[in-house]
């Protein structure tokens, strides 16, 4: 039963959508993540649970195989909106000019992020820019399923393991499914972030009205976001911020994270997306403020559907798969284990997120002087560095 697969367990929910005693929950554990949980009294041991696990099967990793790319979305409205080079968006305007159905995570305040299904280019908008916190698909799987039996022709947005928990719960390929996973660093919990929201309203005596993970207009294309109260203008959050700190040290991740099989060049989507970091390498004559995406075509599928979706309406140029992977660390492997999260886990079990923020102030004074510096030097200047490696 599922009890077997332990901390590789991604909270995917497919295990509760395929038990026929409707006998599975979640539980809350460490740092606000959800586990399933069986109740034994109902349980028929009918195995179906397992069988729809995706975490249940081996997923080797080998060489990459495909195809990469360089990507930047020509309106620049959409490149705005984005994390990196807006190809999601191009990916998601193919499909739906076909009449098909979109499938991304979206946040909102007090509901989290979860999965929800989008058929009109209106609903793209919440979709656009990674929520740095897990994405719930609780239902999700179900729904393409009925899509896919009517016929709709489907792309699905997510990280690496989801779009494998999703293969696995429909246990065979469809010509009309494009699946697309990202370059994923990993996830914190939904509840841990709402009480990063709660601490960071407390602590700024201000009632937050928008919160952005990352955020190209207020803190140009790199790892921050942005926010807006009620008294202010948007705003990047600052380097020192403790959600970003931990997130970036990978402290406070879902345990699976750290041994993902899905971090490598082997991919799970028919295409995968990323931010295209140390670009500038390649002098390719592209806008680097805009941010690029890189993207990577995996099967002749997703290959084909990129080429339709991004050759006229973006910058679109292949590259070599090492140039792509060598400023982005999670296209290789997953997130180290740091030695800290322990002490985190325990900080947030005893004290909330307020211990959570003196725990990152106290433990990262060097990682802050040093995003400080780094926010400093003038990004022309960094280019430069970069470019001449
Ligand atoms: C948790 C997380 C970690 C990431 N880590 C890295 C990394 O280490 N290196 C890297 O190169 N790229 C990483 N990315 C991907 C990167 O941030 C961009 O999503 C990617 O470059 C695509 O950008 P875009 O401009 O094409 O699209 P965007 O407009 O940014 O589209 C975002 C897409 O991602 C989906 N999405 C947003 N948040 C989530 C979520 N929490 N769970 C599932 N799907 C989501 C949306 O549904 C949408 O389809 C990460 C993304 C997430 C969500
Ligand atoms: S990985 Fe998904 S299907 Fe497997 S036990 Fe965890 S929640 Fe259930
Ligand atoms: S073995 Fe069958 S009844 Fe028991 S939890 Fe799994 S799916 Fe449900
Ligand atoms: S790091 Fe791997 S296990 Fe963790 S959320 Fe990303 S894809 Fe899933």
């Known amino acids: 039963?599922?009890?077997?697969?332990?901390?590789?367990?991604?909270?995917?929910?497919?295990?509760?959508?395929?038990?026929?005693?409707?006998?599975?929950?979640?539980?809350?554990?460490?740092?606000?993540?959800?586990?399933?949980?069986?109740?034994?009294?109902?349980?028929?041991?009918?195995?179906?649970?397992l069988r729809a696990c995706h975490a249940a099967r081996p997923f080797e990793q080998g060489a990459f195989e495909g195809r990469a790319f360089a990507v930047q979305a020509i309106d620049r409205e959409i490149l705005e909106d984005s994390s990196s080079g807006g190809a999601f968006s191009l990916l998601a305007a193919e499909v739906l000019l076909a009449n098909g159905v979109v499938y991304g995570s979206r946040w909102k305040r007090g509901e989290g992020a979860s999965h929800v299904r989008v058929t009109a280019p209106g609903g793209l908008d919440a979709l656009r820019r990674s929520k740095y916190v897990q994405s719930d698909t609780t239902g999700i799987f179900g729904l393409v399923k009925g899509d896919l039996a009517a016929g709709a022709d489907v792309l699905f947005v997510g990280t690496p393991c989801q779009v494998a928990a999703l293969k696995a719960f429909l246990g065979s390929d469809s010509e009309n499914l494009v699946t697309v996973d990202l370059v994923c660093h990993g996830v914190p919990s939904s509840a841990f972030f709402e009480d990063y929201l709660l601490w960071f309203e407390k602590k700024t005596g201000k009632s937050l009205i928008e919160y952005n993970s990352r955020d190209k207009v207020a803190a140009g294309w790199s790892y921050l976001g942005s926010y807006r109260t009620e008294a202010g203008p948007r705003s990047a959050l600052p380097v020192d911020d403790p959600y970003v700190l931990t997130f970036n040290q990978s402290a406070t991740f879902r345990r699976c994270c750290y041994a993902c099989p899905y971090a490598g060049a082997r991919r799970v989507g028919d295409i995968t997306l990323g931010d295209f970091w140390g670009v500038e390498r390649l002098h390719l004559g592209v806008d680097l403020d805009g941010g690029v995406s890189v993207a990577l075509a995996n099967s002749k599928k997703g290959l084909n559907f990129l080429n339709r979706a991004c050759a006229n309406?973006?910058?679109?140029?292949?590259?070599?798969?090492?140039?792509?992977?060598?400023?982005?660390?999670?296209?290789?492997?997953?997130?180290?284990?740091?030695?800290?999260?322990?002490?985190?886990?325990?900080?947030?079990?005893?004290?909330?997120f307020p211990a959570v923020a003196s725990l990152a102030a106290r433990r990262y004074k060097k990682e802050i002087l040093k995003s400080r510096f780094k926010r400093a030097v003038p990004t022309s200047i960094k280019r430069l560095v970069k470019g001449a490696v």
């Open 1 to 49: 039963m599922i009890g077997s697969i332990g901390p590789a367990c991604t909270g995917c929910g497919a295990c509760i959508a395929s038990c026929p005693k409707s006998c599975i929950s979640m539980e809350e554990r460490e740092l606000g993540h959800m586990y399933p949980v069986v109740d034994e009294q109902m349980c028929v041991g009918c195995g179906a649970c």
């Open 313 to 352: 309406s973006a910058f679109f140029k292949e590259v070599r798969f090492d140039d792509a992977a060598r400023s982005n660390a999670n296209l290789t492997r997953p997130s180290s284990l740091p030695s800290e999260r322990e002490e985190f886990a325990d900080a947030y079990a005893a004290g909330g």
